[in-house]
Each structure stands twice: as C-alpha cells, then as structure tokens.
C-alpha cells in the first residue's frame, strides 16, 4: 500500500480511531469534557513512551556525532514544574507571554486575533461543484480557496439568509468588480500571489498563511483582516450573530496557582510554559557538578501548560502538553557552527521515526519574525491533515544566543560566566596575552534549543500511520514503524483446545520480558488481526496443529497480510530484527 497524502486522510476518523482503540480519550469525558485537554489511553501512552524513550535514548544515553567526528556530550534534567515566580519575570513569560485575543460581543467566543482571518475555513472536501469546474481548470483548489468561497459551501437558502441580511455583502455579490470577485478572479487565473494582492494581505499575514497553510476568510467582511473588527460586522461561527469583535487586547498564557494555605499575590505560582527555563536555572549546578566541559547539552522531557485561547485541532494545540526539550551550551563563536548542526540533526531524527521525508520540511523563520534575542530560528514542520496541502510546527531549532543566561544573571545576581579552560591553554600556547585569553575564555555561553512538541510527535505518528485499507475487515491499519507500535506482537492460538493455549502462552511469557505484546485467544483469527491492524501491531504469531506437529507458527505482516512459517524458537531473534530496522 503507497503512503498516502495526509491531505487525503480525515481527522475525524483519526480523531475516532483514537477514541474506539484507545489511543486518546477526551479528558473528563463523563462531564461533558474539557476544552484543550486530553487522556491517552493504553495505546496512545505506549505510543507517546515510545518516541519519549527514542528521544531520550539518542540525545541523552547514545547522543549523535558531532562535526568533529566524537559524541556529542548531553545529560539529562527532570525539573519542578512550579518554580519561583521570579524565574518567570526574569525569563520574559509574565508581562510577555501573551497572545493578542479578540472576542465575539454576543456569545463570548474567544478568539486568536493574529488567527481571526483563517480560523474560520469551510471544508475544502465540500467544495463541491465549484471545486470541480476549478480543478477541471487546473487550479489546485485545497490550497488556496475554501473560505473565499465559503458562500458557495453554504445551503442555498442559509447562503440567501446571509445575503439578504448583509447590504453590502449584497452589493458586493452584485459587483463583479468587489473583493470576492477580485479574490475570485485570481484564483481562476490559478495565481496565489494575485490572489493575495486582491486580498491587499499584508506581507505578514501572507507570511502566516504560508506558515498555518491557513486558508483565508470564509465571509465577505472578513476577507480583509484588518477589518475583522470594524464595524462592517462578522459572522459569528459559533452563535451565527452578526456582531463585531472586540478590539485585540493581551491575553496571558500562563496558568496561575497558589503555593501555601493562603491564596495572596505572595503566594502566587505559575505552572511552567516551556521545560526550557528549568534548564536554565540548573545550568551552573550541572557544571558544577557533573564534570561538563564546553560544548554541552542538558535535555529534559515533560509537561508544560499553556492557557491557550484556542485548543484546537486535536492534541496539536492544547492546554497540557508534553515537550522534549535540549538546550545546548557553547561559546558564541561556536554557535553559527552548533545550529546548523542540531538544526539537520533534529530533521533526520524525526525521520527515524518512519516521518515521510515528503512530509516533513523547514521553515526558516524571517528576520521580522525573530524575537528580539534569538538571531536564527527554524521550524520542523509536517504536513497535517488539517494544515494540507500547508504544514505546520512540529518542532523549532532556535538561536537564543546568551538572552536566557543573562536574563537569569541580572535577575538573580548570579553569575552564569563560563570558564572556558581548554580555551585558555590554547591561548597561552599560542602566546596571547592575558586580556587576548580572558576575552575568549571567559563567556555566558550561547544556546542552541531543538525545542520539540512529544504530544505533537504523538499526533504526527498517529496521521502517518492512519492507512485506510477498504480491502481488509478492518478497513484501516495504522502503519507504526514496528519498534514505535503500541503492541509488538500479537500471540495467538488458532483454537483454544487441543495444547495451542498453552504453547501459545509459553510462547508469550517468554517474549513479554523483552517485546510489549498481546496474547488473545477469543474471536475467529481474522477478527484478531483486525483488532491488531487497528492497533498498528506489526506481527501476529499464530500457533496451529503444525506448530505441535512441527514447531513452527505462523507469522502475519501486518502490511502485507502476507504469512510465512518459522520455527517457533526463531520467534525472539525475528522480532529483535525487526525491531532494529
Ligand atoms: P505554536 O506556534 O504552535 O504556538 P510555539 O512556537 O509557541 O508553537 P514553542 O514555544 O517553540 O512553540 O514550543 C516548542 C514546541 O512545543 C512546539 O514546536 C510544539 O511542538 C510544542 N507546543 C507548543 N505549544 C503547544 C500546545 N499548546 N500544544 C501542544 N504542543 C505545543
């Protein structure tokens, strides 16, 4: 079975999925939910502990090599999610941690402002006849248009509702010559860039739809960004009200606790955004005590909270997420040298992860874009199913210079300078004076974070493994590299009766040390591998009258649902095989 596009596969499906085999569930599902937060069941939390262990097994316990031809050296950090508030302040999260938020007047709906122009995207599959006409015409139809026309997606007399209500959408309608005939006019002639001009988007917003793969606005009034939130007014999505947005005002992203019995301004806490900051706090404790030398990385893994306006898109955007994080220590004139290194590094990493090259990419980010400290920056980005045919962020590999370090330094009046001594006796070597060798020895170190999203590289596993397969019972398998599948094996007696069950359960007691598997005795075969096709289990051994006569089984690839025989002692040594490929 080819890959296939994850612009032709469903969320919702993959949404479904996710709930009928248990992957991930709504979190407080039995009170209706809660908005950006998640569960993951059995086979998702094996899943997210699978590309974890990954991460950590090879940029803590098995690091890359470096240009130089040796191991990078990493170690490894597990800090406290609440931390003193100053560290916040210090590191620019309270007072900047904020994104610009509009809201609906009517209903309250909350929204992004700098995402206000492309939230609101029709479904492109339901184009329908227009979508047709145009791709007869060559005109590649997802990419651009769905919201443009959104009046077009409409039922008749909901798009005559919305029409009659709205004068000058009316007008606009009557005049080839208005913005959506404009807009309309461009994409016929198959052009973006026209489009965009008779959008009058700004470089930034094109900026943002070529980062989001957003698709621009649904309704005429809203085809402007800019006037989203002008009086023109706007269709609500949520309550359909024609009402204008609130003027864009700061929203702050942190989650906000107390720490001790009294609920004062004192005793304010925050639970961290990013498990960056923890990094930095214990920088000098590593070097104090773990024999570090320059350059260096400290890695971590673990949950981050942020209040987002949106949660959306399944696990993509939520409230609490996980994050494996590295921030690698160097001195400046080193680090040019250090990001182009992680930066290609962390790309071949995801694709030992079975990522499809063609779905995979960078984007570099533009100077304007930068935060005022950070000098390169690029993002990992992957093509979902709700970005396609766009991409969006999967990971980003900064330049924070020494901006962390320093903001710690002036803040809590410690020292974070770097005594570079290998820097040093390279200096007296070649002869340098004592201020020529303190002023390359003595630095706050440059970093260099892979910064990468473990929740989001759960869902981006999950939508490359997704392959709808009508031909099989299962009508779906999800198509996990073997050594990143929940379930390794499936262990089956073909019959419960005549000695299978229990070879089958010698078989499974001796393999369950190493490989997580599954022994199922119920249901017919094909029913089995049905349930482990939707679990993505690479191998199914099935022990049969020839297994007792012979001592062979039978192995069933999930992908190819071909079987072939081998000796039931070979089973261990098949799978420790695979599982390294
Ligand atoms: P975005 O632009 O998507 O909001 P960001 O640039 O703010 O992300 P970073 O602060 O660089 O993200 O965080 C590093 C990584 O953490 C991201 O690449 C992403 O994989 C992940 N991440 C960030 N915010 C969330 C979230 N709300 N839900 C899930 N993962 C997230």
Known sequence: MPDIDPANK????IVALCKRRGFVYPASEIYGG??????????????KNNIRDHWWKQTVECPPIGPDGEPVSIVGLDSSIIQNPKVWEASGHVGGFNDPMTMYK???????????????????????????????????VRSFFSDVFALEQLPPDERQRIINEDANLKQALGNTESLPFLIKKAVLAGSKEEAFEAA????????AIEKHGAKPLTTYPLMVPDRAWDDGGSLCPNCESRDSLTEPRQFNLMFESYAGAIQSAENKVYLRPETAQGIFLNYKNVVDTMRVKMPFGIAQVGKSFRNEVTPRNFIFRSREFEQMEMEWFCAPDDSPKWYDFWKHERMRWWESLGVSKSNLRFRDHDEDELAHYSKMCVDIEYKYPFTAPGYGELEGVAHRGCYDLTQHQTHSKQKMEYFDQERQVKGQKAGLSKDEINAQSKYIPNVIEPAS?????????LTEAYTPDESRASKVYMKFKPKFAPIKAGVFPLVNKDGMPEVAQKLYMGLREKFACQLDAKQSIGKRYARMDEAGTPYCFTIDGETLTG??????DRDSQSQERINIDKVEAFLDEKMGE
């Not at 809660?34 to 899943?47: K, Q, R, V």
């Open 10 to 13: 469903s969320m919702e499906e």
């Open 551 to 556: 001592g062979t089984v039978t192995v069933r």
């Open 34 to 47: 809660i908005n950006g937060f998640w569960d993951y069941g059995p086979l998702g939390t094996a899943l």
């Open 200 to 207: 009058e988007f700004s470089s930034k917003q094109r900026k």
């Open 453 to 461: 999203g473990l929740t989001r590289g759960v869902l981006v596993l």
């Open 106 to 140: 009517e209903c309250k709906k909350l929204l992004r402002a700098d995402h206000v122009w492309y939230v609101f995207y029709g479904n492109p599959d339901e184009i329908g006849k227009y979508g047709e006409d145009l791709t007869g015409q060559g005109v590649d």
